[in-house]
């Protein structure tokens, strides 16, 4: 009768460790056509993107995307393999994850406005064109900050502007604090696409809150627009604060100290 040798420690160690190459191995090939997560440049402005490609750390192509998705900076995506086009080939099936409008972070970037002319109070947002497509998509703004009253008391108003036009304004009344005082400030707005398109009508709500060093409210306004406003949601659209004295005379300052935008519907 045959006499087996018994396999050393080593030799099993070995033999496992071959078994587990050969299956990854065989996994990757099995599954070197399903679709990957990626991330679009995050400098892109327009034509095919550059991407990267499954957590690589490289940015690398550019790669064809699917009509119907139109790149965003930075949009979280999946990229699906060519077949027969090598390793490297993918193209962008679309969005992936919860809406990218915005930012991550708020922009923490301070922004004063001491003249009567409208000043940027915030950063420049940005909704990509066509992000709209439904009737009920949604998005939101907020602003914060402080600011001085002066030496002699004058209103301060604050305008959003949706590319390049004030679509949504209010305005703190000049004898709402005393002269010199320190004053802390929010801005909130949400508008509504309510008919999407060329002519897309929107529908804005906001609220603007006042408050001196006590911290006790002394101005809370909320509004909502009964005129729908109108501005094409196929374009891209900016969004941004400005704020303005209604005059200089008495120093007056406002500085916004964080602010953020995003899509939340």
Not at 106 to 131: C, E, K
Not at 208 to 213: D, E, K, P, R, V
């Amino acid at each position: 009768m045959p006499r087996y040798k018994h396999a050393q420690p080593f030799d099993i160690v070995r033999t496992v460790q071959q078994v587990q190459k050969n299956s990854r191995a065989t996994a990757i090939s099995a599954n070197a056509n399903l679709p990957v997560p990626a991330v679009i440049d995050p400098s892109y402005v327009s034509g095919q993107p550059n991407a990267f490609i499954n957590g690589s750390t490289a940015l690398s192509g550019p790669y064809s995307v699917m009509s119907e998705y139109i790149p965003v900076a930075n949009d979280t995506v999946i990229a699906l393999p060519v077949p027969g086009a090598g390793n490297n080939t993918y193209i962008i099936l679309g969005h992936y994850g919860p809406p990218s409008i915005g930012q991550p972070l708020a922009d923490m970037t301070q922004y004063t406005a001491t003249t009567a002319t409208p000043t940027q109070a915030s950063a420049i947002w940005s909704i990509p064109a066509a992000d709209a497509v439904l009737p009920g998509a949604t998005y939101e703004f907020w602003a914060s900050g402080s600011g001085t009253w002066g030496s002699t008391q004058q209103a301060l108003t604050f305008g959003l502007y949706i590319q390049g036009t004030q679509h949504i304004v209010t305005t703190i009344p000049a004898t709402t604090f005393a002269i010199n005082s320190i004053f802390h400030w929010m801005f909130w707005v949400r508008f509504y696409c309510v008919v999407t398109g060329s002519s897309a009508t929107w529908y804005p709500e906001h609220r603007l809150l006042a408050s001196g060093a006590n911290q006790q409210t002394a101005w809370d306004i909320t509004e909502t627009l009964t005129t729908l406003y109108t501005q094409s949601s196929l374009a891209s659209q900016t969004v941004e604060l400005q704020a303005s004295w209604a005059s200089v005379t008495g120093a007056p300052t406002v500085t916004t100290v964080a602010n953020w935008f995003r899509r939340a519907a």
